[in-house]
């Protein structure tokens, strides 16, 4: 049975970091990417973040690049979306997703329920 379950979210203040963590169970990582996904309030979901097995990076979108970073370890099945210099605008639930393949796709097959991130002075 395929489970994602998100971690780490949580309130903190702008200009701080976050560590998210994307724990995977029922598959092996070393075949499959993970992606980071996001919503806000009253907005759609959108993708922010992919790893495909081979450790190539997908940026979805450009407001984190230079702020956000994604990683892997394979041993522990889990994937990690280290946020730095947050602004108000990250405030969202942050889901993970795995990929039907080894690369990055935004046709997400599998979804985590996502951990909710806010940042707020």
């Known amino acids: 049975q395929v489970q994602l379950v998100e971690s780490g979210g949580g309130l903190v203040q702008p200009g701080r970091s976050l560590r998210l963590s994307c724990a995977a169970s029922?598959?092996?990582?070393?075949?499959?990417?993970i992606g980071w996904f996001r919503q806000a309030p009253g907005k759609e979901r959108e993708g922010v973040l992919c790893i495909s097995n081979s450790d190539v990076k997908t940026y979805y979108v450009d407001s984190v690049k230079g702020r956000f970073t994604i990683s892997r370890d394979n041993a522990k099945n889990t994937v990690y979306l280290q946020m730095n210099s947050l602004k108000p605008e990250d405030t969202a639930v942050y889901y993970c997703?795995?990929?039907?393949?080894?690369?990055?796709?935004?046709?997400?097959?599998?979804w985590g329920k996502g951990t909710l991130v806010t940042v707020s002075s």
């Open positions: 997703a795995r990929s039907p393949g080894s690369r990055c796709s935004r046709g997400m097959s599998y």
């Open positions: 029922g598959f092996s990582l070393d075949y499959y990417a």
